[in-house]
């Protein structure tokens, strides 16, 4: 596969998955392709050597692994660990509100999303949605509108004289609500519920609650002179789940002494405080259970993560040309200039001198350039999933990523080079 069609996989997996609950189940579509199991929380589990299995919990968060010729405390995991959520906007528990005879959802802000760049934009909904059988079972489903439904038209420049002075501003609890329908003699009943019910099954009597997302529904797409470059909506951080996994489900891959980790969380975006967020016990419990799966000696687990590793991917913050000010001009990184090792002192990146060294061997060995990342002493630095991780397992990681532009827009973009980059890397690190 050359990079413009690994770039164009990874555009069809983004467009597949509009929300958490549908990453995950993308990833579920795929992983039966490679004959993984679904192993649940609540059964006991019954490893073989060279299994391949995966774990959900709250639907939203996923751990893939396949078990390792060896045991795990003589190889340790080799853990990849990703988010599946991005900032966005959300669907509030009263739903509605009507206005000017239009009927308009009421949105709660997810994360740290741009929201200006949600104007104007063909925007619909997709997510999981609680509700009542006819047996007066509770169930969940999930639901997505392929089609244009919703929009936040900006207020026309006549109307907003200084907007190009003083910039895009909507205000978060006034200026906010999404147009979804007219409301007309004919159609004076909520469109919303009415929505949701034709995706829902025919023994719904009640719908309950819902956990749904507001996404753009432009498809992702190459561009630039040579198609080197890509855009699509939740590059960050679906970039890095998809390079991950496509690593692990290489033949070359596949087949391994070690056992092999992709951990994807959601509520990364909202500080991943969550009960399967990656501050939650999640990732823990599964490698604990692994370990006692194949062991009966209590010191096995300790003994394996003495011996992990954890690559943090999340996207990195590309250099854009237009804004030389917003850099450490010694630490830029540029699009399609290969893979990026983020650090930070502080450890809101878990890199230290060894992981780095380590990475950037495993580049050279799969013939990967990198390149390193600081952020400006004056700016507050973000942070990833690799932190807490790292901290709860107390397991030696790196963070890295690939640079993107417009990091949490509604519409980011980066470069196809560089994410072939990053999962000839991943893969080396997972045959290491
Ligand atoms: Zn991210």
Not at 50 to 59: A, I, L, P, S
Not at 79 to 97: F, W
Not at 141 to 149: G, I, M, R
Not at 176 to 198: D, G
Request: charged share 20%; aromatic share 8%.
């Amino acid at each position: 596969m050359n990079a413009q069609q690994s770039a164009q996989n990874l555009l069809n997996f983004i467009d597949a998955s509009p929300s958490p609950w549908h990453v995950v189940k993308t990833l579920e579509t795929q992983l039966a392709l490679f004959q993984f199991e679904r192993l649940y929380e609540t059964e006991i589990w019954t490893l073989k050597t060279g299994g391949r299995y995966y774990v959900v919990r709250g639907d939203s968060s996923i751990i893939v692994f396949v078990h390792g010729e060896k045991t795990v405390a003589e190889t340790g995991f080799k853990i990849i660990g990703a988010h599946t959520d991005s900032p966005s906007l959300r669907i509030k528990p009263n739903p509605t509100n009507t206005a000017a005879g239009l009927e308009r959802l009421n949105v709660e802000i997810y994360g740290g999303a741009i929201i200006a760049t949600f104007a104007d934009r063909e925007l619909s909904l997709a997510g999981r949605v609680s509700y009542q059988t006819e047996e007066g079972e509770l169930a969940q489903s999930l639901v997505h509108f392929a089609q244009p439904l919703l929009r936040l038209p900006n207020l026309a420049i006549h109307l907003n004289r200084n907007v190009n002075e003083d910039g895009l501003k909507f205000q978060k609890q006034n200026e906010l609500a999404l147009i979804l329908a007219n409301v007309t003699e004919q159609l004076p009943i909520s469109q919303f519920s009415t929505l949701l019910k034709s995706q829902l099954p025919n023994d719904t009597t009640q719908i309950l609650a819902w956990d749904l997302n507001v996404f753009d529904t432009q498809k992702g797409s190459l561009w630039g002179a040579n198609n080197e470059f890509f855009a699509d909506s939740q590059i960050d951080n679906l970039a890095s789940c998809h390079a991950a996994i496509h690593a692990l489900l290489d033949e070359s891959v596949l087949k391994n002494d070690s056992t092999l980790v992709c951990a994807f969380f959601d509520h990364e975006e909202v500080g991943s405080e969550s009960h399967c967020g990656a501050s939650g016990s999640f990732l823990t419990d599964t490698l604990q259970r692994i370990s006692d799966a194949t062991s009966q000696n209590s010191q096995d687990f300790a003994r394996a993560l003495a011996r992990s590793f954890i690559i943090s991917a999340d996207m990195a913050h590309a250099y854009h040309p237009n804004f030389p000010n917003a850099y450490d001009a010694q630490h830029t990184v540029h699009v399609n200039q290969g893979v990026v090792i983020k650090v930070n002192v502080n450890q809101r990146y878990t890199s230290d001198g060894v992981s780095e060294a380590m990475f950037m061997r495993w580049c050279e060995q799969a013939n990967v350039k990198y390149q390193m990342y600081s952020h400006r002493n004056d700016l507050p630095c973000g942070s990833t999933i690799g932190a807490t991780v790292s901290t709860k397992l107390g397991v030696r990681s790196v963070d890295v990523g690939n640079p993107m532009w417009a990091m949490h827009s509604c519409r980011e973009s980066a470069g196809v080079f560089d994410h072939s980059a990053m999962i000839e890397v991943m893969k080396r690190f997972l045959t290491d």
